[in-house]
């Protein structure tokens, strides 16, 4: 089935589905309305359908409102987004190629937001979501430190021999010192 727009959905429903999502939890009700009225916002995506794809030149924001999808880059797994979460912010604020793929592992209802009807929205409206963007941009370099960190830490716990520091002159201590 791939990806799907759902059309018939009721203005009340699409902003109670707004409103389950932090990102536009700090909107106004108006504001949430005229999202609302969007065309084409919602969307079913099928469990198994890979809707981002690494590189490509698609500049929408995704907003899972239900499901959960896994996020690589080159088969590697990089992590899980979930109900409530964004994906593609990155190609959204900067318009270049997509830096990872993301998969849905079950059947998902996402909002897909593109540029032109986001300039659509009132400044103000827009301002929120800018900031809510950066918020969990700022959650998730949080999360990847610790595990960036994490992982360290344990490469270091397993290698056979101890990491030497250099001194000041760029050469490992000798044992004679």
Known sequence: MGIK???KLTELRAVELLSRAPLFKALS????RMFAMMPGLFRMVSSGTRFIEDGEADYCIYVLMSGKAKVTKEELLLGYVEAGDFVGEVAFVTREARTASVTALTDL???RIDAENFRKLPIR???IVKDQIINGLEVRIARMNKEIMQFRKEAQANQDTPLVESDDSGSAP???D
Do not use: G, L, N, W
């Open 5 to 7: 727009v759902i059309s």
């Open 29 to 32: 009700s108006e504001d949430k």
């Open 109 to 111: 209802v996402v909002m």
């Open 125 to 127: 409206a827009r301002e």
């Open 174 to 176: 000798s044992d004679a």
